[in-house]
């Protein structure tokens, strides 16, 4: 009974800790689809505020790869709701326009893109992931990774509008400039923070190879972009637009690339989280199986031995029959036909062996 309970127990354990990481592995496979929709976003968002005419190929498509793992993953991670506010906005975004009634439609529409991967997060339990290093990634990848890159492009946005303005607002902007900058390196420190506690937390010797130097170009890039502000915080104004747009696009390749890799490791960890329970689960059947044919072998012994002692006993049954008369035989060797046997018949006494006990009793005279 007891292995029964201990075999009950683990197999309810398991199967909870599958149930986790599968929910896990489906939130990874819905930020997945998530981070190319946030760089075509930010990409349309800075054309717009530059001037530009954004193109809505580049859009649409990321749109229609979020919609299809939306139809397939809405049921278990509860983004119905978020995911067709956000939808909806994306398709009322305007492609052109003044740069206040841009930055303000792309800003609204980042919001609720953070806002769905924060659902995405909290309904996956991505953020509850029990092992340190994993749990660290997902904190890089769901939300230090994707807020950096919407800072970036509020950043870069920033700077690059400041020569069109008089200089009463390039007063203002250098304040907006200098906050945008912060939010962006305190989220490329984080971030950095992040990989570094998965890397020294790990048990995985290839971690480290296939983050440390994605993070590096992507630090990289940060430290590109972040000087550029000096200018305008300094009140002389003078920012390189070209410049400042290269450095975003090299931000956003490097920040894209680096997401990948952080998802595809998270991914990773969870799938040989989910072997490894799987080899468990078969292990407990296994010892199961065998205590419970331990538990069989007494009872086998016992009757095989009972087998045995029956089977070298002699049969039980009535004995040897004697007959009653025993056939007689004449001198001559024929049979006389049948007799008492000798031990049934009455011992004969001799008349003179009676008389004389009476007289010997008695006293008689001879």
Do not use: C
Request: charged residues 20%.
């Amino acid at each position: 009974m007891s292995v029964a309970v201990l075999f009950s127990m683990v197999l309810q354990s398991t199967e909870e800790q599958s149930s986790f990481a599968t929910l896990e592995r489906a939130g990874v496979r819905y930020i997945q689809a998530l981070g190319p929709l946030e760089i075509a976003l930010t990409n349309a968002e800075s054309i717009a505020a530059n001037g530009g005419a954004a193109k809505p190929e580049a859009l649409a498509q990321a749109v229609s790869v979020v919609a299809l793992a939306d139809s397939g993953l809405r049921d278990q991670l509860g983004t119905q709701d978020r995911w067709e506010g956000l939808r909806a906005k994306i398709e009322s975004l305007p492609v052109s326009g003044n740069d206040a009634a841009v930055t303000a439609a792309y800003g609204s529409a980042n919001d609720l893109l953070l806002a769905l991967i924060e659902r995405v997060r909290n309904n996956s339990k991505l953020i509850r992931d029990p092992v340190a290093d994993t749990y660290y990634l997902e904190d890089g990848a769901a939300q230090e990774l994707p807020e950096a890159i919407i800072a970036a492009s509020r950043y870069t946005n920033l700077l690059a509008g400041v020569p069109g303005l008089s200089a009463a607002d390039r007063a203002k902007a250098a304040v907006d400039i200098n906050a945008a900058g912060s939010d962006l390196a305190g989220n490329a420190r984080d971030l950095s923070d992040d990989v570094r506690l998965a890397v020294e937390g790990s048990d995985s010797k290839d971690l480290g190879s296939a983050l440390l130097s994605k993070l590096d170009r992507f630090n990289r890039s940060i430290d590109t972009l972040l000087p550029l502000m000096s200018p305008v915080l300094a009140g002389k104004g003078g920012v390189n637009a070209d410049r400042t747009i290269a450095a975003r696009d090299e931000m956003q390749v490097a920040a894209a690339d680096l997401s990948a890799a952080l998802l595809s490791q998270i991914d990773i960890a969870l799938r040989d989280r989910l072997s490894s329970l799987s080899q468990r689960r078969l292990l407990a059947v296994g010892i199961l199986v065998v205590s419970v044919l331990l538990a069989l072998v007494p009872a086998g012994m016992a009757l095989a031995a009972r087998r045995r002692r029956d089977s070298r006993r002699p049969p039980q049954g009535p004995g040897p029959q004697v007959p009653e008369y025993l056939p007689v035989t004449t001198a001559a060797g024929s049979p006389a036909g049948p007799a008492r046997a000798p031990w049934h018949e009455p011992r004969p006494q001799h008349p003179s062996d009676a008389e004389h006990s009476r007289r010997e009793r008695f006293g008689v005279p001879q």
